[in-house]
Nanobody, 125 residues
Framework: QLQASGGGLVQAGDSLSVSCAAS????????TGWFRQAPGKEREFVAG????????FYSSSVKGRFTISRDRVKNTMYLRMNSLKPDDTAVYHC????????????????????WGQGTQVTVSS
């Protein structure tokens, strides 16, 4: 199971971190990531990280503002979000794949095997 936490209400320009903890399995040989979904919109890839080599991949809309990281000991993934914008408002879902994904696969929801319940991030203007 994947458990996301840390969402909340912030103002534009603020920072916020969300985390995703896994239970029942480890991420060590796989890939984890974040998608988000705003009301009336499709689920959108945000960021991903391969646990074997630490390689990361970001969508163009968050690159330079968001940082994804992992803690092997805690089996937890983090997303640090800086310079938040109202357009970042969404439910953020953590996700995991059983294998190390190639970069071209990160943005496709079909590449991922496990999904968390999501945490709401709201950015006011």
């Amino acid at each position: 199971q994947l458990q996301a936490s840390g969402g909340g209400l912030v103002q534009a320009g603020d920072s916020l971190s969300v985390s995703c903890a896994a239970s029942g399995r480890t991420f060590s040989s796989g890939t984890t990531g974040w998608f988000r979904q705003a009301p009336g919109k499709e689920r959108e890839f945000v960021a991903g990280i391969r646990w074997s080599d630490g390689n990361t991949f970001y969508s163009s809309s968050v690159k330079g503002r968001f940082t994804i990281s992992r803690d092997r000991v805690k089996n937890t993934m983090y997303l640090r979000m800086n310079s938040l914008k109202p357009d970042d408002t969404a439910v953020y879902h953590c996700t995991a794949a059983r294998s190390s994904l190639i970069m071209s696969s990160f943005s496709s929801p079909e590449s991922w095997h496990y999904w968390g319940q999501g945490t709401q991030v709201t950015v006011s203007s």
